[in-house]
């Protein structure tokens, strides 16, 4: 063989190595991008509302407060309630991307499998039955709300021959969450003051809220979006599936464990925070995998950065669509995922399952 031609196969190999690294640069490059998006979002929670607030005025406030209305309200009502539109969206996203890779299910989503449906129902009974009205406590009904949710869904969908399919565990979700829904609403028809306080965060609202609340589920927020954070490699494995996943050293016990926790703390905190939010979770990891591909590497904290962009921005255009009032930000979220849903539930792919 000549020397050219033996030159040949290391320039390919060369250039099969630059194409995935020419990939990872432009997913960080586009992530960085998707941070971008996130800051300016952010700043327009705190800058619009029913009364608009100039940037300069918001700056004014965040640095050099004056104790001026515009500036009491920035900082003790926009800013509070835009950081806990972010971590809601940051766990909701993350816990939607977890649930779809772990079931394989495209139609998963902490809404529709009940899971939210469970822990809104743990905090009914700790403030309308037992009168629990610090989040440090009412939380920890609500993980277990969505733990139970979780299981029930689960089983459900994968009872009998059959086994579990995307449109099975969509039905046994929703099926358990209107169950949760209903126990719920019973909880309430009987305490009329319970219901008043909480009819608003039932349909799911991020205002009304103070530091404290976000200052108090931070930690449990914190650990669910680390803990699934670094379940990327054993998640991107058991989408081989299981033999597959255990041919390349990943415990598929631990990593199932590991993510029902991780999803649990999520949708625990998101829910005691914010109520129960529907189709944050199920809309933007599909979103994300249309653009990023399967890899749950870049799925996952593309999800995470990305879902708080959609909560943010329905939370402002709930604010900004019926002055003086507003349209809280569980109704915007889920006119916004409602037609997504059914452009997946009408799928070929999904219809054929």
């Not at 969505?146 to 399919?165: D, K, M």
């Amino acid at each position: 063989m000549s020397p050219a031609g033996a030159a040949a196969p290391a320039v390919s190999g060369t250039g099969s190595r630059a194409r995935p690294a020419g990939r990872t640069a432009v997913l960080a490059a586009g992530l960085l991008v998707a941070v971008g998006v996130l800051v300016l979002v952010s700043a327009l929670s705190v800058a619009l509302g029913a009364r608009s607030v100039p940037l300069s005025t918001v700056l004014d406030a965040l640095t050099a407060p004056t104790g001026s209305n515009d500036h009491t309200v920035i900082r003790e009502l926009r800013v509070p309630r835009t950081l806990l539109g972010l971590a809601v969206g940051a766990a909701l996203g993350l816990a939607g991307a977890l649930m779809q890779s772990l079931t394989r299910n495209p139609l998963a989503d902490p809404g529709l499998l009940g899971v939210n449906q469970g822990a809104a129902l743990g905090v009914t009974i700790a403030l309308g039955l037992l009168g629990f009205a610090d989040p440090a406590i009412y939380v920890w009904f609500a993980f277990g709300g969505a733990a139970l949710g979780s299981v029930l869904a689960y089983s459900l969908g994968s009872a009998g021959r059959a086994g579990a399919s995307p449109v099975r565990l969509a039905l046994a979700g929703a099926a358990t969450g209107m169950v949760f829904t209903a126990l719920s609403s019973m909880i309430l028809r009987a305490d009329s003051t319970t219901f008043d306080r909480m009819r608003f965060w039932l349909t799911g609202s991020l205002a009304g809220q103070t530091s404290d609340v976000l200052v108090r589920l931070a930690p449990f927020v914190t650990g669910g979006l680390v803990l699934g954070l670094l379940l990327a490699k054993p998640l991107n494995a058991l989408a081989l599936g299981e033999e597959a996943g255990r041919a390349l050293g990943a415990a598929v016990g631990r990593t199932r464990i590991l993510t029902a926790v991780a999803v649990t703390l999520l949708c625990g905190s998101a829910t005691a925070a914010a109520g129960p939010l529907w189709f944050v979770g199920l809309a933007v990891p599909h979103a994300v995998r249309a653009v990023v591909g399967p890899d749950q590497r870049w799925v996952l904290p593309y999800s995470t950065v990305l879902a708080p962009v959609l909560l943010l921005s329905a939370d402002v255009a709930g604010r900004i669509v019926a002055p003086p009032g507003e349209v809280q930000v569980g109704i915007m979220c889920a006119l916004i995922g409602a037609p997504v849903f059914i452009l997946l539930a009408r799928r070929r792919r999904l219809a054929a399952l």
